[in-house]
């Protein structure tokens, strides 16, 4: 680790440094990043110490870039960042999938803890079967604060079909959740080949989590398509 840097000793205090910094990554984030033996970066601090910039570039195993302003003196503690990668790939353990391709992607947080906003966009292609690899594509846009998570929506897509995720999900003072689920062009045969389908359906659930278990209910409010060229329609409650 090598740091340079000044910061003055009058109001605002403010702040020039920079951190550039090296080291051995363990045996499993080796295997990981293919092999990689070293992960380096350089951090670059900047600005009044109440509200300072703050500049992270990832150089290896991979490339991410991290670009920050810190309120570190605000209650609650305030923040705007954002994140960005490049494309790469995982090398997992020994399983059903050797690689894992991620996509250039970007993840946003802004806000304090009472009232914060979060967007991820990223994608991969995975292969589900020797035949089906298809690319997936993940959005999630949210917003909440330290008690729960609205979701707006998460979005996910696998080749040409699409599952959305609508709702909230609370934590305090116990597990809660109401959510509403869209799938469009659902396709099974990516997974189990000889079971093709086209299958719509649209969801809501409701429930909590308490010491007594779980208490949920669930709505299929529209079913609709075709499974195994067999068309498919229908509703119901749980």
Known sequence: VRVYGQMGLLQPLRLDAAVYWQTLLPEGAQ??????????GEL????????????HALETPTRMQTQATLAAFD??????LKHTWEALTLHLPEGKFDTLPVEEGT?????????????????TQVALTDDAQPAV???????????HLNVKPITVTVGESTLRINGAL??????????????????????????PGNINAELKSQGSFTEQGIDAVAELLTLNGSWLTQPLRGKGNA
């Open 31 to 40: 295997t990981l990043f293919g092999g990689a033996e070293e992960a380096k």
């Open 44 to 55: 670059k601090l900047k600005g009044p110490l109440a509200k300072f910039e703050l500049q």
């Open 75 to 80: 209650t609650p503690l305030a923040v705007d």
């Open 107 to 123: 993840l946003t947080l802004s806000g304090d803890l009472d009232n914060y906003q979060l967007k991820l966009n990223t994608g």
């Open 137 to 147: 594509k993940l959005e999630i846009q949210a917003d909440g604060d330290l008690s």
């Open 170 to 195: 609370n934590w305090q003072p116990s597990l809660t959740w109401d959510v509403a689920v869209s799938a469009k062009k659902l396709d099974p045969s990516i997974v189990a080949k000889d079971y």
